[in-house]
């Protein structure tokens, strides 16, 4: 898994506000505090990848793809924070 490329990071911002618009929700920064905020998740999960990766047991962690583990994380991530 790599880093995102400048323009992944613009489209991942532009679809969170339009997200967030879509639901009259709030987004209390300006567009270029919430790029940051963007570069800030993406660089903090490129330096943390082997301490996902640690994290989870065998033999997961070995039988489970890259791309599986990461739909886990977020699937964890979103109930965590799911609004009820």
């Not at 639901?23 to 903090?44: C, F, H, M, Y």
């Not at 490129?46 to 989870?56: G, H, K, L, R, V």
């Not at 791309?67 to 699937?75: D, G, I, N, R, S």
Request: proline share 2%; charged share 25%.
């Amino acid at each position: 898994m790599t880093i995102l490329t400048s323009a992944d990071r613009a489209e991942l911002r532009s679809m969170f506000a339009q997200e967030a618009s879509s639901v009259w929700e709030v987004i209390a920064v300006n567009k270029s505090d919430l790029r940051a905020a963007v570069d800030a998740i993406d660089q903090w999960v490129e330096d943390n990848q082997a301490s996902f990766n640690s994290a989870i047991p065998l033999p997961a962690r070995t039988a489970l793809t890259a791309k599986q583990k990461a739909q886990l994380l977020f699937y964890v991530v979103r109930k965590r924070w799911e609004v009820e």
